[in-house]
């Protein structure tokens, strides 16, 4: 199994640097359990490594595993041997529903889309988490003191990153989610794992309460050090890494790297999305990134006008989309402001006290030529779901739906296949689905069991020294 792995490449070290340029560089195992910098920013790989076109044709009848070795082995260097790093990705992925992990669906002439909802808790996050679970587990192996975990969610991110850690050896979790703000199936998939190490929060308030929490305590240096917490939502930087492989694989198919293809991503934290980024800097052709958002559409307005600001939150149909910033747009700004840490962490300093950026106007085009913005609301998501069912029998979510959505407003103007990233089973928002399509999506019976079991979990105010004090009780 090692289509496409330059022996060369990976022997080479990989450092991680942080976007704000104050903490130490890091290897690949230091990036991953550090999850956010120390000095705020988020890890991101010193270069982009690239592959050249022959190791991309190589992957055309590559099986799934195969592809995630020959992207990651260059991320990765020298923290993983390439047997270790094989043995990992074959257990993550082995418990997946679909033979081919991420299959490809045709829709018609121009669409296809990505099925990534195969994992355990029928979201695309699986893809990474389950990768992410076993990396920890791995990298933690000969070490005493447990680390503490800590994520806030606004849905999938919650479910899939508790899959992924329950039970496993040396480290607990810790997930807070926005109460009443995710729907029962996202909540019932975190709240009725069983496992000690699994401890959820409900905070009374919005993702972005619960993202400052989690952030708040990162940024408390002797309380993360006491708890030696890491985080496993979007800011790992091995999360991001492990989302590369799917696009690489899906294009592979479609003609890459002889033709282009372009993707259509519904995004919230900007990972998923960036993940397509970093495939096409590794020299994946890589036409457009369609950048599809709700209407909390913060990344639309920063792609279209140059406007990166804060709005109120609306609770829509996709609400692992709702979210007012996007934690990963900071690693597409650190690459345009040629990666210039100091003016980064300027810009950001900036933004985080007055909750606006004007993003300078070449770096807003340079952006734009790959990514391209559209905003979808509710009643274009709906008829987007209700015309794919009609049309191919094909019931999606309405996440994808916004993603297909915006594939199609944008078609006329890309070139060759568009994908859509199929990011979650219908099955996780039944409500919206029957009401678009008037079908109601069944649950695939390996995870029906959730109805039948208790839920567990702690209801808190949105307050850090709340949440503080719930892990102190924890004990070390
Ligand atoms: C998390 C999530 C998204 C958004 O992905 P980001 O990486 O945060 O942009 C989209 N759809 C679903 C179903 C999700 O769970």
Redesign the pocket.
């Known amino acids: 199994m090692n289509a496409g792995i330059g022996a060369a490449n990976r022997a080479q070290p990989m450092q991680h640097v942080s976007t704000r340029g104050a903490a130490p560089p890091l290897d690949f195992r230091g990036a991953t359990l550090a999850g956010l910098a120390s000095d705020g920013g988020l890890y991101v790989p010193e270069r982009w490594p690239r592959l050249e076109a022959d190791a991309f044709r190589r992957l055309r009848t590559a099986r799934y595993t195969e592809t995630a070795v020959a992207v990651l082995a260059p991320f990765v260097g020298a923290a993983l041997g390439a047997r270790e790093l094989e043995a990992l990705v074959e257990e993550a992925y082995a418990g997946f529903a679909h033979a081919a992990v991420t299959p490809l669906v045709q829709l018609d002439h121009r669409h296809w889309l990505l099925e990534l909802h195969h994992g355990p808790t029928l ?3 699986d893809l990474a988490l389950q990768l992410l679970g076993r990396l920890f587990a791995h990298f933690l192996q000969d070490e005493r003191a447990p680390l503490t975990i800590i994520g806030a969610t ?4 919650g479910s899939a990153a508790i899959a992924a850690v329950a039970g496993l050896p040396g480290m607990r979790i810790v997930m807070l989610h926005p109460e009443g703000r995710v729907s029962e199936v996202q909540r019932r998939q975190m709240t009725t794992v069983e496992a000690a190490n699994v401890h959820n929060i409900a905070v009374a308030g919005s993702f972005d309460d619960a993202q400052a929490i989690v952030k708040a305590l990162f940024n408390d240096a002797r309380f993360r050090a006491r708890h030696r917490l890491s985080a496993v939502n ?1 800011i790992n930087w091995a999360r991001l890494a492990a989302q590369v492989v799917y696009y690489v694989h899906a294009a592979v198919r479609l003609g890459a790297p002889d033709a282009p293809v372009a993707f259509a ?10 993940a397509g980024y970093v495939a096409s800097r590794m020299g994946l052709p890589v036409s457009a990134l369609i950048v599809a958002t709700n209407e909390n559409d913060i990344l639309a307005r920063a792609l279209a006008r140059g406007d990166y600001s804060r709005g109120a939150l609306t609770p829509t149909a ?1 609400p ?2 709702d ?1 007012q910033v ?1 934690s ?1 747009f900071e690693r597409l700004l650190f690459d345009l402001h040629g990666r210039d840490a100091e003016a980064l962490a300027a810009a950001m300093a900036g933004f985080e006290a007055s909750g606006r950026m004007a993003i300078p106007e070449p770096l807003r085009a340079e952006a734009a030529r790959l990514f391209r913005p559209a905003r979808v609301d509710g009643g274009e998501m709906a008829e987007t779901l209700a015309h794919a069912h009609a049309a191919t029998g094909q019931l999606l ?1 309405p ?2 739906g916004v993603g297909l959505a915006a594939a199609r407003r944008l078609e006329a103007e890309i070139d060759g296949p568009i994908v859509t990233l199929a ?2 089973h219908a099955a ?1 928002f039944p409500a919206a689905v029957e009401a678009a399509t008037g079908v109601f999506p069944m649950l695939p019976g390996r995870v029906a069991g959730i109805f039948d079991r208790p839920e567990r979990f702690t209801r808190l105010p949105a307050e850090t020294a709340a949440v503080a004090a719930f892990i102190d009780g924890l004990g070390a």
Request: hydrophobic content about 30%.
């Open positions: 979201a695309f996050k606004s849905g999938d991110t979007s991503v519904p995004t919230g934290n900007f990972g998923d999305v960036f996709s692992s989309m979210i996007s990963n979510d996440h994808t990011t979650a996780k």
